[in-house]
T-cell receptor
């Protein structure tokens, strides 16, 4: 079993829908990252969080440390949100260098 | 503001050839990383440099070497390329270990 599991693997939505992508992990962590990989391949860091909730524009990330679970929500989705969303965790027991990445969730938003 | 710049964007090598992937950042970041991304797997850390003058192995260092040339530049060398090294390679940098990552646009390498 991978240390970081994302669901779903693939998600197709209609423009305007509310999107949720889930990330579960099996180790104690000091931080969790959400990343976005564009269709052209570039990767952008969206959030880094260790507790609670963060919001940036239409994106919201939440984390429940006790349940070892995080969600990324997209409100009022748009075709430009189509991308691969990647969750990554930094174990509480290793140095800050080591992130464990999920395989990603491919999101397609149709107009 | 270029951020993290990787060169080349694409490369095809024959088995046994060598090459160096270049990475430079202009954000005055202390830490730099090399990752590889393969289908069906998450990004995996090859090597990292916590600060200028230091380098350390990551999860998958075999077949690679790195050089932290100065604070800006961190190169990845394949001395004798193998088909198993066909992958997309990403360089990244952070202010310090553990802070948010800034990625380059990637190098798609094919070894035949």
């Amino acid at each position: 079993k991978n240390e970081v599991e994302q669901s779903p693997q693939n998600l197709t939505a209609q423009e305007g829908e509310f999107i949720t992508i889930n990330c579960s992990y099996s180790v104690g962590i000091s931080a969790l990252h959400w990343l976005q990989q564009h269709p052209g391949g570039g990767i952008v860091s969206l959030f880094m969080l260790s507790s609670g909730k963060k919001k940036h524009g239409r994106l919201i990330a939440t984390i429940n440390i006790q349940e070892k679970h995080s969600s990324l929500h997209i409100t009022a989705s748009h075709p430009r949100d189509s991308a691969v969303y990647i969750c990554a965790v930094r174990s509480a027991e290793t140095s800050g260098s080591r992130l464990t990445f999920g395989e990603g969730t491919q999101l397609t938003v149709n107009p | 503001n270029a951020g993290v710049t990787q060169t080349p964007k694409f490369q095809v090598l024959k088995t046994g050839q060598s090459m160096t992937l270049q990475c430079a950042q202009d954000m005055n970041h202390n830490s730099m990383y090399w990752y590889r991304q393969d289908p069906g797997m998450g990004l995996r850390l090859i090597y990292y440099s916590a600060s200028e003058g230091t380098t350390d192995k990551g999860e998958v260092p075999n077949g690679y070497n790195v050089s932290r040339l100065n604070k800006r530049e961190f190169s990845l060398r394949l001395e004798s390329a193998a088909p198993s090294q066909t992958s997309v390679y990403f360089c990244a940098s952070t202010v310090t270990l553990g802070s948010p990552l800034h990625f380059g646009n990637g190098t798609r390498l094919t070894v035949t």
